[in-house]
């Protein structure tokens, strides 16, 4: 488990119920590094202005993540961590690897 103030998915069954139960998700794939911890600080001062977005981390290591975010074909070609995976109605609308900016991250929720 990640040490952010998110929320975590730790479990398969807990991937898919936040991607079919949310209309719009975040999950943020990585580990505690300097690329990522910008963007989970970005998640973090989001989550207030963004009611309608559900912001999650996931350990980039950790099996629900083999199975899920980095099976991904969106992010087949991706080598930067974090992998940013953007979630609509259960579909991926896009995604990102490597650091992002508090502005590239609010460019493609407010889309």
Known sequence: M???NLKHIETTDQFRDVIEKNEKVMVC???MGPMCLPVYDTMEQLESK???V???DMAFDSPVAMQT???LPEV?????LPFTVYFRNGKVVS???SIQTKAQVTTILDR
Do not use: E, K, V, W
Request: hydrophobic letters at 30%; one cysteine or more.
């Open 69 to 71: 975010i980095r099976a």
């Open 95 to 97: 995604a990102t690897s």
């Open 76 to 80: 087949r070609n991706f080598q930067g």
């Open 29 to 31: 794939c990585g580990r």
């Open 50 to 52: 963004y009611p309608g």
């Open 54 to 56: 559900t912001f999650m």
């Open 2 to 4: 990640l040490d952010t």
